[in-house]
């Protein structure tokens, strides 16, 4: 299927030719059709997946086709509430780069900055808003802000939200929505409290779920490296010397950590900046500037600050440490190998991140490859639980992952591939 058979209107075609998008992803050729016969949609899908097209080119369509009933300043007609800055601002970069020819006016607006500016642009007057929750409250408490001709709502990464603490925000603006609109709900897993939410929002649905295992961690090459906490910054110095990358994102579970991350490379003259939500809106705006220009090769981040990251061609993702919650490094590993790129992920384990690497293993239904020669192995443990190691003999994932990726062929890949077949050969002896 392409763009053309969805009955798009030509200006959005036009752009999304620019945009050089060809084929709908599996969650927009889902969700589109959907969306454009106006029914309410739950999807559960995250951020990878071309989620933000799936959602913003019907409502450009939709808005488009009505813009000839517009008469004085514009209203505010589509809504759409993501949990943090980094999100708002790609969401806006995509509204105006897929309705780049509508004329239609969309605008972002995020707390830690001043209000000032966000208000002048509402009051000139936009078709689509894009806010994070505080902010969008905030505004409309004082006054600048009507949620009352809202024909669009869409509330996306509501689990992320809902993490974040913004239950009440969310309630709250639901509750002046006007009753007849078009809702988008779309959530990345779907616990109890999500399911209840999104029945607040949505009146008759359909669903679109896109596993995050089929949308990311299939198409990511991914490897682990058993080793000591202590060795894990000389373990990133070493891969970053040994193999430089354009552009690095290196997830730390702290803000502390990441920081102390940024210190240590830049003692091995290895520039990096990190983002968290101690720093400064200005200054993680400005490290994400270079870093998504490419003047800076290496990010640290945490997982909040980093959830809105979209780089394209982002080369490698290092997990420094291993997060507790397996969903999450599926949402990491989904920063490389976007929509229908695909990418590296190496990962950290150390003693204690044992039990995680077997979650995470567990959710993505594969093994891991282990990379067994590196010269900070962490030997004074046993790499493998017995547990794991009679399950990965019945799975033989291993060598399905080997074959997939001997099969790479770009450089860094082929690089990539035979340190893992070195490895998977290490660690079948092993066993
Ligand atoms: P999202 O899940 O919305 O964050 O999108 C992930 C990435 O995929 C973004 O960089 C988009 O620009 C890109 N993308 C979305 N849809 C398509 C498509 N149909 N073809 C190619 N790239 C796409």
Redesign the pocket.
Known sequence: MT?DQLGLSAPILKALET???????PI?QQAIPILLKGKDLLGVA?????????FGIPILHHLFQARTQQQGKRKIKALVVTPTRELAI?IGE?FTAYGKHTGLRNTVIFGGVKQGKQVNVLRAGVDILIATPGRLLDLMNQGFISLQDIEYAVLDEADQMLDMGFIHDIKKIIAKLPPKRQSLFFSATMPKTIVELSRKILGDFEQVTIKPQQATAEKVEQAIYFVKKSDKVKLLVHLLEDKPQDSVLVFSRTKHGANKIVKKLAQANIEAAAIHGNKSQTARQKALGSFKEGKLKVLVATDIAARGI?V?ELSLVINHDLPNVPETYVHRIGRTG???ASGIALSFCDAEERPYLRDIEKLIKQEVPRITEHPFVDDTKEPEQPQRAKKSHGSGNRNRNSSRNRSRNSGNRRRNSSNRDNRGNTNASSE
Do not use: C, L
């Open positions: 763009f945009q050089g998008y060809t084929h709908p992803t927009q995250q951020t990878g997946t071309g989620k933000t097209a799936a790609q995509s979209d394209e976007r929509a229908s």
